[in-house]
C-alpha cells in the first residue's frame, strides 16, 4: 500500500507536528545522500534491475554501513529521490534523482548540500537567540569567526564551499529564471549588467532569450569570479564570448561598476539593512553620475516581494525572509513601498511592478535628476 504524501502545510492539530518532525527526518536521509553522492553511484544501473546496496558501496563494502545506508535509501524512495525496483533491495534514480548528480546543470545537489549542511542548519539554529538579543552578530559570523557570510566564503580554505554556495544559486535562477525573463523585455537594451550574478546563470537566460543585447556584463567579488569566469552557463547556451564578461569589483565601491545601459540585482538587496541598500543604489547613481539627464539608466529589482492581501507566493517570501534574518544583520524581504522609498531616496524612480511571482517578482527603476 502507498503512503500518502503530505505537506505540513495543509494539515492541523498534532498531526501537523508529525508531520514536520518526520519531514525533518527525511532531510537527514536527503543529506547523507547527497553528500556521499549517491547518484553518481546510481546513474549508470539499468532501468530494470537497479543496484543492490552492495553494488552501490563498491570499493566502500568493508567500512560503509550497509544496513544504515539501506535504510536511507528506503527514506530518499519515500521522498521520490530512488524507487525500487523488482524488490526492496534494488534501486534507481527517479527522475528528480537523476537532477543530484554531480554534473546536472540544475546544481540541485549545491543547492541541497548548502540547505540542509551543517554551515546553513547551524545559523538557522540561532534564530531564537537572535530574537532575544543574546550574542552578537547574525547566524553565520557566529560559526565564521565573525566574518560575514561572503567574506568567508572567498577565503582560500573555503573554496569548496564557495562552489557549492555558487551552485545553489544557480539552482535557485534555473528554478525561476524563465517566468523572469520573458515577462521583461531586456531586448531594449544593448548592454546590461548583472550585479551580484555569481555565476551569471540569469544573465546567460537572458543574452539566450534576447540575441540583440551586444554586451551582458557578470559583475562580482574577486572571490566569486575566479570560480565562475569559465563562464559554464553561457557555453551551456551557446553564447559566444564576445557577448558577456567577466567583472571583478565591489558594488560599494562605485568606481568599479561597469556602465551599462541597464543594471540587474537578483536577490541582492535582500542581504542587506537600509543602510547598506541605500549605499548599493547610490553606488549606482554615483557610477553613472555622468550619465544622468543624458541618456536614459535603468535598474531592475528582481526579489522575493511582500505583496498585501495575502498574496500567492506570499508563504515563500515570509520563508525566505527568516532565511535572511539570520543570514545576514538587518536583511530582509521588502513590500513594493519599502522599495520604492529605498529608490526615492537614492535618486531612482519606480517605473513599474511586475508581479510575476515565481515567487521572484521585478521592480523595474529609471535613474532620475
Not at 557570510?149 to 564551499?161: E, H, K, P
Not at 522609498?341 to 521585478?362: C, D, M, N, R, V
Request: hydrophobic share 40%.
Amino acid at each position: 500500500m502507498a503512503s500518502e504524501r503530505i505537506s505540513p502545510l495543509i494539515l492541523d492539530g498534532l498531526s501537523k507536528y508529525l508531520s514536520i518532525a518526520t519531514h525533518r527526518f527525511i532531510e537527514y536521509a536527503i543529506f547523507a545522500f547527497v553528500e556521499l553522492n549517491l547518484a553518481d553511484r546510481l546513474v549508470n544501473a539499468v532501468p530494470d534491475q537497479g543496484l543492490t546496496v552492495q553494488e552501490i558501496m563498491s570499493d566502500e563494502r568493508s567500512s560503509w554501513n550497509a544496513d544504515l545506508l539501506y535504510r536511507a535509501l528506503r527514506s530518499c524512495a519515500d521522498a521520490g529521490i530512488v524507487e525500487r525496483i523488482n524488490d526492496d533491495k534494488h534501486f534507481v534514480l527517479s527522475q528528480s534523482g537523476r537532477m543530484l548528480t554531480s554534473d546536472h546543470p540544475s546544481h540541485a545537489r549545491d543547492f541541497l548540500r548548502w540547505i540542509l549542511g551543517p554551515l546553513n542548519s547551524n545559523a538557522g539554529n540561532q534564530l531564537p537567540n537572535l530574537v532575544c538579543n543574546e550574542g552578537t552578530g547574525s547566524g553565520f559570523t557566529r560559526f565564521t569567526d565573525g566574518l560575514d557570510l561572503y567574506t568567508f566564503l572567498c577565503r582560500s580554505d573555503q573554496s569548496d564551499l564557495m562552489t557549492i554556495f555558487n551552485g545553489a544559486m544557480t539552482t535557485v535562477s534555473a528554478v525561476t529564471g524563465t517566468k523572469l525573463v520573458i515577462n521583461i523585455d531586456f531586448g531594449r537594451f544593448a548592454t546590461l549588467v548583472d550585479i551580484g550574478g555569481s555565476s551569471g546563470i540569469y544573465l546567460a537566460q537572458i543574452l539566450e532569450h534576447y540575441p540583440s543585447i551586444e554586451q551582458g556584463i557578470v559583475f562580482e567579488l574577486p572571490g566569486v569570479i575566479n570560480q565562475v569566469k569559465n563562464g559554464e552557463e553561457f557555453k551551456l547556451r551557446n553564447i559566444p564570448e564576445s557577448r558577456y564578461k567577466f567583472v571583478a569589483g565591489d558594488m560599494f565601491d562605485s568606481s568599479t561598476i561597469p556602465q551599462g545601459d541597464a543594471y540587474v540585482l537578483k536577490t541582492v538587496l535582500h542581504c542587506f539593512d537600509t543602510e547598506k541598500v541605500i549605499a548599493i543604489l547610490s553606488s549606482i547613481r554615483k557610477a553613472n553620475q555622468n550619465r544622468i539627464g543624458q541618456s536614459l539608466v535603468s535598474l531592475f529589482i528582481v526579489e522575493y516581494i511582500i505583496f498585501p492581501d495575502r498574496a500567492m507566493s506570499n508563504w515563500q517570501s515570509h520563508a525566505f525572509d527568516i532565511a535572511m534574518a539570520y543570514a545576514f544583520e538587518g536583511a530582509c524581504e521588502r513590500t513594493q513601498q519599502e522599495y520604492e522609498q529605498l529608490l526615492e531616496t537614492t535618486g531612482f524612480k519606480l517605473k513599474k511592478l511586475y508581479p510575476i511571482q515565481a515567487p521572484h517578482s521585478i521592480i523595474e527603476a529609471v535613474l532620475i535628476n
